[in-house]
């Protein structure tokens, strides 16, 4: 069995999405005063590799601690579309044609973006998905969307009707879309271009946190036959 590790390595001074908290920690005790080490941690609920579940969009969704642990673990198909992203910006999943693909699974998304990380570009300037992006997942029960994106956004035809404006706007629509169907979004994934074109178990749980609207995950990607 081999794993491959998806998950950004959390660190001081690392990206957060603007307006997130950083991630900061102190010393609570140590090994020569205390007898053992302990760590006093601050962060956001979405810092690093983590999951967006119901509650983070949703006044009445689900929260972390509500949604059973198999919903976090399950086959899933990585698939290429930093082709459409260079070309266009815009990820349409109806030209997409994962042969690996069925119902059920977990789909995982390698933009490209990845790169970008660490730098004033990788949170501008983010591909949007197409229209009827929703719909597409739905119609084959996938249940869980990754991508190596910090976030996802949606083409916004009338950002008035969403309740907010510009990248507000398309975030809005986009994970209303998506967490209103229970199906949850997994970002900021990073060593994903090595696996595009397989079928491998993602497991990516979060902290049972009460009332948590999203959480960082270790994710993995686990190959049964090596």
Same mark, same amino acid.
């Given at each position: ?28 005790a140590e090994i020569g005063r205390d007898g053992c080490n302990v760590l006093d941690l ?26 059973? %642990?198999?919903? @976090?673990? /399950?086959?899933?198909? &990585? #698939?290429?579309?930093? $082709?459409?992203?260079?070309? +266009?910006?815009? =990820? ?27 730098? %004033?570009?990788? @949170?501008? /300037?983010?591909?949007? &998905? #197409?229209?009827?992006? $929703?719909?597409?997942?739905? +119609?084959?029960? =996938? ?29 809005t629509q986009m994970h209303r879309s998506l967490l209103s169907r229970d199906i949850l ?28 609207d999203g959480s960082p995950v270790r994710a993995v990607a686990v190959d049964q036959d090596?």
């Amino acid at each position: 069995m081999k794993m491959v590790d998806l998950s950004v390595l959390i660190h001081p001074g690392m990206d957060v999405f603007p307006g997130d908290p950083p991630f900061r920690f102190s010393t609570a005790a140590e090994i020569g005063r205390d007898g053992c080490n302990v760590l006093d941690l601050s962060l956001g609920t979405h810092t690093g590799t983590h999951i967006d579940v119901p509650r983070h969009f949703l006044a009445d969704g689900a929260a972390v601690d509500a949604i059973p %642990p198999d919903r @976090f673990a /399950g086959p899933a198909v &990585f #698939a290429d579309v930093s $082709a459409m992203v260079e070309q +266009s910006g815009v =990820i349409d999943l109806e030209a997409l044609q994962p042969p690996l693909l069925e119902r059920g699974d977990f789909l995982v998304l390698y933009t490209g973006w990845e790169s970008r990380r660490g730098t %004033p570009g990788f @949170f501008t /300037g983010l591909p949007r &998905f #197409a229209p009827g992006t $929703a719909e597409w997942l739905v +119609s084959r029960r =996938i249940g869980l969307l990754g991508t190596d994106m910090p976030t996802v956004l949606a083409v916004v035809e009338d950002p008035s009707t969403s309740g907010a404006e510009g990248v507000g706007a398309e975030a809005t629509q986009m994970h209303r879309s998506l967490l209103s169907r229970d199906i949850l979004l997994l970002e900021g994934l990073v060593n994903l271009q090595p696996l595009c074109g397989c079928r491998l178990t993602l497991f990516a749980l979060p902290l049972r946190m009460a009332g948590a609207d999203g959480s960082p995950v270790r994710a993995v990607a686990v190959d049964q036959d090596l």
